[in-house]
Structure formats: structure tokens, C-alpha cells
């Protein structure tokens, strides 16, 4: 399983950006999939997550309202539209996939799968 995520870059506070992840190696369609950061010096937290048939979605607090994520299980893709951007999302975004659940899940155990990394860079 492979999960490749694209769509980084940076941005100034206030701009958009809209993450992809792409998924192969396997079955997805009946997965949670899921988005998770990492800034310099913290720990790994999760950001939001995407139910197997996209019925259902939870973020964290610090971006609702700004970031919506979507999935297309056409494509194996899951996606991450993030808008009104801050200095403080500035992170490595990893995307995840789970072979254990197909519901949304917020704990890194949750996810078995996790993508090697897109940084996301907001300048004030």
C-alpha cells in the first residue's frame, strides 16, 4: 500500500491550498482516510478525517470552518481544500488510510497506513 500525497507549497496567511493523496496497492473505497501534521518541534496531530463512502467527517478544532477534506473513491484519492491559511498551519501534512476501520477516526493507532509527507509553508 502506497499513499502518495501532492499539493504542498508556500502560501501567505490568508491564501489557499488544496492537498491531494493518492492511494494504490490496494482496496480503499471501504477505508477511513484521513489527514494529519507535524510542525517543527511538535508532536504529530490529527487534522481531519473522511468517512468509507464520505458521509461522514470530523476535524479538529483549530481548522474548522477552513479546511474541508473530500474523498473520491473513483480515483483512490483523498483530498484536503484548506482556505484562510495561517502562519501556524505551517507543517508537513500526512495523509492515512486504514485497514481497520471505515469510520472517521482521530488517533494516530487508528491508521495503519500514512504517506510520506507534503510541507505546507505560510508566511505571515
Known amino acids: 500500500v502506497q499513499l502518495q500525497a501532492s499539493g504542498g507549497g508556500v502560501v501567505q496567511a490568508g491564501g489557499s491550498l488544496k492537498l491531494s493523496c493518492a492511494a494504490s496497492?490496494?482496496?480503499?473505497?471501504?477505508?477511513?482516510m484521513g489527514w494529519f501534521r507535524q510542525a517543527p518541534g511538535k508532536e504529530r496531530d490529527f487534522v481531519a478525517t473522511i468517512s468509507w463512502n464520505g458521509g461522514a467527517t470530523l476535524y479538529k478544532d483549530f481548522v474548522k470552518g477552513r479546511f474541508t477534506i473530500s474523498r473520491d473513491n473513483a480515483k483512490n484519492t483523498v483530498y484536503l481544500q484548506m482556505n484562510s491559511l495561517k502562519p501556524e498551519d505551517t507543517a508537513v501534512y500526512y495523509c492515512?488510510?486504514?485497514?481497520?476501520?471505515?469510520?472517521?477516526?482521530?488517533?494516530?493507532?487508528?491508521?495503519?497506513?500514512w504517506g510520506q509527507g507534503t510541507l505546507v509553508t505560510v508566511s505571515s
Open positions: 496497492g490496494g482496496t480503499f473505497s471501504r477505508s477511513a
Open positions: 492515512v488510510t486504514s485497514s481497520r476501520t471505515m469510520y472517521v477516526a482521530a488517533r494516530k493507532a487508528d491508521y495503519d497506513y
